[in-house]
């Protein structure tokens, strides 16, 4: 076993036509409440937006999944986040957003990156997950999302 089998780092960024206020609230919200998985099904996120918060999957009746705690956030510039997430086995992740405004909208860099066991599978999902929740960031903060959420 290799470090670069122990590792993961990930960087994705995306270009939103929206103010940093709303980007960084769009982002909160598709990392918590309003989290889906490829299906478009809910995946029951809550986030607790505070250092400490926690940010897990709650299935009702006492089921669920921590994902991590809020180890950093600053509005709108900065949250970052830390914790097992999806790995259910031995490994630390660390997923930092960093918010920047620019003439005509916000740059938004996503960075994952985790230690450990990192199962074979999640490496190669990882990265369409990540691409997922920045295009239904985008997608809040489109002129017409208010009518494609109703």
Known sequence: ???????????????VKAD??????????????GSTNAQGE???MLLEQWPGGRWFRDRGNGVG?????VQVIKPPVLLEL???MFMSYPAL???????EQRPGGTHLDLRHRAIGFIDPAHREGVTTGWRNILEGIAKD???HADAQRT
Do not use: Y
């Not at 999944?65 to 705690?69: A, D, I, R």
């Not at 992740?93 to 960093?98: A, R």
């Open 1 to 15: 076993m290799t470090l670069n089998d122990l590792t993961l780092d990930i960087t994705q960024s995306i270009d």
């Open 20 to 33: 940093i206020g709303d980007v960084f609230r769009s982002a909160l919200h598709r990392l918590g409440e």
């Open 42 to 44: 809910s995946m029951q």
């Open 65 to 69: 999944h921590l994902w991590g705690h």
């Open 82 to 84: 830390s914790g097992p």
């Open 93 to 99: 992740n660390h997923l930092e957003l960093k918010f």
């Open 141 to 143: 903060c489109s002129p």
